[in-house]
């Protein structure tokens, strides 16, 4: 059973930046593609970053150039780094991978951007 644990969000000030982690377990984790989520109030959970196995990354057009996603094979983790971050970026951030047919999700993690 995989298990996903966010950690990092918080309170930032707009064009701050902050780090997101998601350790994870249960899983042979540089097997798989890593995704990151979000979802505001009020809106429905949206694809934020994605990166392959491989190490390749895709991202939102709404972060592009100023959120980079990683991973760290040795550590079961992956990374999202927020840069120059907005205030519509305030959201929950979920980690997430797919395993075949099963879709196992973390807890996730507030990120409030407000002066």
């Known amino acids: 059973q995989a298990q996903l644990v966010e950690s990092g969000g918080g309170l930032v000030q707009p064009g701050g930046s902050l780090r997101l982690s998601c350790a994870t377990s249960?899983?042979?984790?540089?097997?798989?593609?890593m995704n990151w989520y979000r979802q505001a109030p009020g809106k429905q959970r949206e694809l934020v970053a994605n990166?392959?196995?491989?190490?390749?990354?895709n991202y939102a057009d709404p972060v592009k150039g100023r959120f980079t996603i990683s991973r760290d094979n040795a550590k079961n983790t992956v990374y999202l780094q927020m840069n120059s971050v907005k205030p519509e970026d305030t959201a929950v951030y979920y980690c997430?991978?797919?395993?075949?047919?099963?879709?196992?999700w973390g807890q996730g993690t507030q990120v409030t951007v407000s002066s």
């Open positions: 997430n991978v797919h395993l075949g047919i099963k879709n196992y």
């Open positions: 249960g899983i042979i984790f540089r097997l798989y593609a």
């Open positions: 990166i392959t196995s491989g190490g390749s990354t």
